[in-house]
């Protein structure tokens, strides 16, 4: 009965119902032409709206976390997803965001487990290193992290920023 009553993917436009085809327009009329009472259209375009804005404070109060442990003058070049580290994990659900990042910045690199800072070092101090598709971080003499990304080609891309911020 449901496959019946629900509207057709190609009077639907899909970027104005990116989470539930009976919250648009076009899509809520033709679901009210199949039957659904207008309350169930309201409802599921209501349980939505509370999802999307949930999510999106939960992001904006990560981002603000993090904007704060930045120094002055200091500003992000870029943000990169980093894979768990063992295999067995299950992966988070999608309004949680990914579990791990790494944040460079203009002054150094800082590690995030969500809205934890994890680590942070400046750019003179580090050695990254690519290990084919591993990024190997070295403070110091140490190793602070061996870690797999989730973009292709940000290994790379994050050598060439640490070279050019002075790291070895």
Request: with cysteine.
């Amino acid at each position: 009965m449901w496959a019946r009553s629900r509207p057709s993917p190609a009077r639907c436009c899909p970027a104005s119902c990116p989470v539930s085809c009976l919250t648009c327009a076009p899509c809520a009329r033709e679901g009210a032409e199949a039957g659904l009472p207008w309350w169930a259209v309201v409802a599921v375009a209501l349980v939505t709206a509370a999802l999307a804005g949930w999510a999106g404070a939960q992001i904006g109060r990560r981002q603000g976390v993090r904007n704060e442990a930045l120094e002055p003058g200091e500003k992000v070049l870029g943000t990169y997803t980093v894979r768990p580290p063992y295999a067995s994990h299950t992966p988070p659900a999608a309004h949680e965001g990914p579990q791990y990042q790494l944040l460079l910045t203009t002054h150094g690199i800082q590690m995030w487990e969500r809205s934890v800072l994890l680590w942070r070092h400046p750019w003179p101090e580090l050695r990254v290193i690519a290990d084919g598709p591993r990024l190997r971080v070295h403070h110091q003499g140490d190793e602070v992290g061996a870690m797999l990304l989730e973009q292709p080609g940000a290994v790379q891309e994050i050598r060439l920023a640490a070279r050019r911020h002075g790291a070895g």
